[in-house]
């Protein structure tokens, strides 16, 4: 099932497109998401059990919960300005967000069995 049912904005839509291939292509499961906050939301995904490791913004900004925080874009005013600066980022930095997303995947957090 696809992850873009989350998506609210085009940018995110188009974030989530790109997230989910890099992930399946890698041997990187997404398993669940939600959304949270208002209208527009902010898109909440697991790597692992209820972990929350993944979150896109409403703009399509990907945060990634790695231990070092990693946020493709960093965070800075391009992306207000032009809508498919994020995009294109998440295209130039797609090793960079593998790595991030490996780090979550191999982690111990979130393993144990309820």
Excluded: W
């Amino acid at each position: 099932m696809s992850l873009r049912r989350f998506a609210q904005t085009d940018e995110q839509e188009e974030t989530l497109g790109l997230l989910e291939k890099l992930a399946t292509e890698n041997g990187i499961n997404l398993r669940f998401g939600t959304s949270i906050g208002r209208s527009p939301q902010s898109i909440v995904l697991d790597i692992k059990f209820q972990g929350g490791e993944v979150v896109i913004s409403r703009n399509g900004a990907l945060s990634i919960c790695d231990g070092l925080g990693s946020t493709f874009p960093p965070s800075d005013k391009h992306y207000e300005e032009d809508e498919s600066y994020v995009a294109e980022y998440i295209l130039d930095h797609q090793p960079k967000i593998l790595a991030a997303l490996n780090r979550v995947k191999e982690s111990k957090r979130n393993t144990k069995k309820l």
